[in-house]
């Protein structure tokens, strides 16, 4: 069983709500070569990524760092056969986030008319999905009817497939909702995924204290040019 957080990275999502995503330690990769400029001798690098699509092949194209040459010239050979080498790695990384931990791929680096050509081609396999979900909210904010609804309306549903996106904007739309209602101690006092690889299975545990909720007292204005009833 292991506890973690695959690294994600989503360039295309409009809220900075990904910052709790704790990225695993890398995995072990052939000693780089020394870095290399491109050359425009070795002609412009295609990068084709197949059987993915939407956040999926977006996700990919972020974290597979042959991608940063496609459609410029390729590195010297050395250099291009090691990125494609450690492809695969990111590529299992990128859709780890999106549940899904047991793909298929097909890689091949290739030359053609006017440079290289480097292919994937995915089938990301059975989802892993979420046997046991723990969603709590405690503290005053327990008995807070719009914190008894966004609970109810939660995006992590068990028995679907597990998504640390889902996960992530959860956990930020309680945060907002805390501040906008006035529970400004608010915490999470459990945050965990545990995924269990050997029965390909995912527990998520959840759990947000609010504490107090402050309000305004009594208000009192201390003039003498306007009426008291204007007030």
């Keep these: 069983m292991l506890r973690s957080s695959p690294r994600l990275v989503f360039i295309w999502l409009p809220l900075c709500i990904l910052a709790g995503i704790v990225e695993p330690l890398p995995a072990q990769e052939d000693a780089a070569p020394p870095a290399a400029t491109e050359t425009a001798e070795n002609g412009t690098l295609t990068v084709t990524v197949e059987g993915v699509d939407g956040p999926l092949r977006d996700n990919v194209l972020?974290?597979?760092?042959?991608?940063r040459f496609a459609g410029k010239p390729a590195p010297d050979?050395?250099?291009?056969?090691?990125?494609?080498?450690?492809?695969?790695?990111?590529?299992?990384?990128?859709?780890?986030?999106?549940?899904?931990?047991?793909?298929?791929?097909?890689?091949s680096l290739n030359r053609i008319p006017g440079g290289w050509e480097a292919r994937y081609r995915i089938q990301s396999g059975r989802p892993l999905r979420i046997t046991t979900l723990d969603l709590?909210?405690?503290?005053e904010g327990q008995q807070d009817p719009v914190f008894q609804q966004a609970l109810a309306n939660a995006?992590?549903?068990?028995?679907?497939?597990?998504?640390?996106?889902?996960?992530?904007?959860?956990?930020?739309?309680?945060?907002?909702?805390?501040?906008?209602?006035?529970?400004?101690?608010?915490?999470?006092?459990?945050?965990?995924?545990?995924?269990?690889?050997?029965?390909?299975e995912a527990m998520v545990r959840l759990h947000y204290d609010t504490g107090p909720r402050y309000?305004?007292?009594?208000?009192?204005?201390?003039q003498d040019f306007l009426s008291p009833k204007l007030l």
């Design 136 to 139: 709590r909210i405690l503290g």
């Design 62 to 67: 972020a974290l597979l760092e042959l991608n």
């Design 155 to 200: 995006p992590l549903v068990q028995g679907q497939t597990l998504d640390q996106l889902k996960y992530e904007q959860f956990k930020q739309a309680l945060e907002t909702l805390a501040t906008e209602r006035g529970y400004f101690n608010a915490r999470f006092t459990e945050r965990v995924i545990e995924v269990n690889l050997q029965a390909y």
């Design 77 to 107: 050979d050395a250099r291009l056969r090691w990125l494609h080498g450690n492809a695969e790695t990111h590529i299992r990384e990128a859709l780890q986030p999106f549940g899904y931990y047991e793909p298929t791929i097909e890689s």
């Design 215 to 222: 309000r305004f007292g009594t208000i009192t204005f201390k």
